[in-house]
């Protein structure tokens, strides 16, 4: 875990009530029921004169929000930057976690250790983890992907769709979501095919 040490002072009620949108602030950096002595950089998810009732919420560069009673002595806090203050161990957002799909044509175990030995190699053996994994084999084929309003109106002539992306991979599907209040509609690809007469 890697962190770093800021001097910092830690805020009254009254000093975060004046603070806003784009203050930065650090707030404990626990998460999902995981405690972690130490410290995340932060921001109120809404101005702290809006806050009701002493509660402040908060979300940190890891996404977690949680709500902080600044002036309750047994919480962490909320602190902000002051040379005059204290030392506190604030966690490093230098990581970036990735959800990779890979499609490898003609794939194998092989290949598969291929690319996970590369990137090892590329970032560090002690930094590339497979979580999970799950290997699926997919037809080498290609669709084209549209959208179109998920309640159309029965007995219409013309479709009324937009189209969202040609000569794709079904796989790659899986891992996107239509537009609000439309579904997908996928067709097997289609060359398109320029009939424009030349001269």
């Not at 784009?22 to 995981?34: H, R, W």
């Not at 998810?45 to 709500?67: L, M, Q, W």
């Not at 996970?116 to 084209?144: C, H, L, M, N």
């Not at 309640?151 to 769709?161: A, E, I, L």
Request: some cysteine; hydrophobic content about 40%.
């Amino acid at each position: 875990m890697n962190t770093e040490k800021v001097t910092a002072r830690r805020l009254t009620a009254e000093e975060v009530s004046e603070l806003g949108l784009q203050d930065d602030i650090f707030v404990s950096a626990g998460m999902d029921g995981l405690p972690l002595d130490c410290y995340a950089p932060a921001f109120l998810t809404e101005p702290g004169k809006n806050s009701e009732g002493g509660s402040f919420a908060a979300r940190t560069v890891f996404g977690e929000e949680i709500h902080i009673l600044p002036d309750n002595a047994e919480e962490p806090g909320i602190w902000v930057a002051d040379k005059a203050g204290e030392e506190i161990e604030v966690l490093q957002s230098a990581g970036i976690l990735l959800n990779l799909a890979l499609f490898v044509p003609g794939g194998n175990k092989e290949s598969l250790e291929s690319l996970y030995s590369a990137a090892r190699d590329a970032f560090g053996a002690g930094i590339v983890q497979r979580w999970s994994e799950e290997t699926v084999a997919v037809p080498d084929v290609k669709v084209d992907l549209f959208e179109e309003p998920a309640r159309g109106r029965k007995n219409t002539s013309g479709q009324n769709r937009d189209r969202r992306a040609l000569d794709i991979y079904p796989t790659r599907v899986r891992f996107l979501e239509p537009s609000e209040g439309w579904k997908f509609i996928i067709e097997p690809h289609k060359e398109i095919v320029d009939d424009t007469p030349t001269i």
